[in-house]
């Protein structure tokens, strides 16, 4: 009978195994990015493909476009809401028309450090934030990395905001980089991504801000000669799937995706953080003048742009502000 028991329990095992294996179907995944595939977002989109292909017997198959291919995160982000694309990995930023709580992550000196933002990221706030989006019709499989922010410009040495005075700086589509930016002297405008090399190369603009791995894979270098280390944001990026695709997977594909943009996730913030070190030398390597802010300085903008809280608390919501808050001070032990 134990042989019985063994042979019958093997058959329903692999009859299990069958099952969901033919609950997977052949699917060619598009996901798209506005960076080049040599960002930190590279890694992370080949590690999770490998691990779809892998969980799914090569059925599950990711195609990614770099470089705003398929057109800028907004118009990447509509595409996957109309189900005309499968996924897009996206500032958070530039979507803040279509949900306006994500203005959260805009907000200026919000996060002190990457093990910060990993902990409200990817956990109960982070839950709280991806909960909303299915409304609007795009579900978050994991929060990557886009980094702290920094500005670079062509005109000159930035160590104080008074010496913003003046610049044009390009922010992302988003009124509260535009009323930080501002609040700070600058003259702000927004541009999508795509659009700020050439914009800087024809001095349309004098500046812009961005993490240094993206300073550093997009070139900025070429037509930005000074470099200021503010990190007066830190930017996720969302990895967003198109909901009225999604609800067409099946729950073993589901679970695949899922898992495995976790995996990605932590493919491409390592090597991100790996990075960041090594863009700041190349950036100092390929002729940028690099500034640090002194502390009085950043505590000075700190609190200049405190107001841009107040201001946009009503947008943003006043429950959500408060809720990153509360998780940001436990996590500070106050
Ligand atoms: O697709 C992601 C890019 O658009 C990313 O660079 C967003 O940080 C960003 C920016 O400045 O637009």
Redesign the pocket.
């Known amino acids: 009978t134990t042989r019985l028991l063994s042979l019958v329990a093997g058959v329903a095992l692999a009859a299990f195994a069958g099952s969901a294996q033919a609950q997977i179907k052949e699917r060619n995944i598009r996901v798209?990015?506005?960076?080049n595939e040599d960002?930190p977002?590279g890694n992370g989109v080949a590690k999770m493909k490998a691990c779809m292909a892998e969980k799914s017997g090569g059925k599950l198959k990711l195609q990614a476009f770099w470089g705003?291919a398929l057109g800028?995160?907004l118009q990447?982000t509509q595409a996957l809401r109309a189900g005309t694309q499968e996924m897009?990995?996206?500032?958070s930023?530039?979507l803040v028309g279509i949900m306006p709580e994500l203005g959260v992550f805009d907000l200026p000196f919000l996060f002190t450090d990457e093990k910060e933002a990993d902990a409200v990221l990817d956990g109960a706030f982070g839950k709280y934030i991806a909960d909303k989006l299915p409304g609007f019709g795009v579900v978050n499989l994991a929060y990557w990395e886009?980094g702290f922010?920094n500005l670079t410009n062509s005109k000159r040495a930035v160590t104080k905001a008074e010496e913003m005075t003046g610049l044009k700086v390009?922010?992302?589509q988003n009124n509260i980089f535009l009323d930080s930016f501002k609040t700070m002297g600058a003259n702000a405008t927004p541009m999508?991504?795509?659009e700020?090399f050439a914009a800087l190369e024809t001095h349309a603009i004098d500046g812009?801000?961005?993490?240094l791995v993206?300073i550093d894979t997009?070139k900025l270098y070429e037509v930005q000669k000074y470099l200021t280390l503010t990190r007066h944001a830190y930017?996720p990026?969302l990895v967003l799937y198109s909901k009225k695709l999604w609800d067409q997977l099946s729950a073993e594909e589901q679970t695949i995706l899922g898992d495995c943009a976790i995996v990605g996730r932590d493919e491409e913030r390592k090597v991100s953080r790996e990075l960041n070190d090594k863009s700041l030398a190349n950036l100092k390597a390929k002729g940028m003048q690099v500034s640090q802010v002194g502390a009085d300085e950043l505590a000075k903008m700190r609190d200049s742009t405190q107001a841009v809280y107040q201001r946009h608390q009503a947008t943003i919501g006043k429950d959500t502000i408060e809720r990153i808050q509360a998780d940001l001070a436990k996590l500070r032990g106050k």
């Open positions: 798209s990015n506005g960076i960002h977002v705003g800028g995160d990447a897009v990995i996206t500032s930023s530039p886009n922010r390009r922010v992302m999508a991504f795509g700020v812009q801000e961005n993490p993206t997009s930017t990026f």
